[in-house]
């Protein structure tokens, strides 16, 4: 017990709450772009002239990319520290903002 750490009775229920709240946007996100890919599937097959079994692959593509990328940037993060791979996925021009003196 003596290497444990205590805060605020409150600061437990507040920090879990918070990101309670940023995992579930975190999730809507994510199904809001499958949704989107899902919706863009009938004008993809207009635009280049594919069948339905052709554009599927978009889809599958795209499920299977974010499969891969999402264990990938959350290995990242744990191993450069949050801030780090945060301000490394920001393109320069939005640095300037997020940059802390």
């Known amino acids: 017990m003596s290497g444990l750490v205590t805060g605020a009775p409150g600061a437990a229920r507040e920090n879990f709450w ?40 978009v889809l ?9 990328i999402l264990p990938l940037s959350g290995w990242l993060a744990t191993t450069l520290g949050r801030k780090r791979y945060f301000m490394g996925c920001t393109p320069p021009s939005r640095r300037r903002r997020f940059c802390v003196v």
Do not use: P, R
């Not at 890919?37 to 692959?57: C, E, F, R």
């Open 18 to 57: 918070a990101v309670a709240l940023v995992v579930a946007a975190a999730t809507f996100m994510e199904v809001l772009d499958l949704t989107i890919v899902n919706v863009s599937l009938l004008h993809i097959m207009g635009s280049m002239a594919i069948s339905q079994s052709k554009a599927i692959w």
């Open 60 to 68: 599958t593509a795209y499920t299977m990319t974010n499969a891969i």
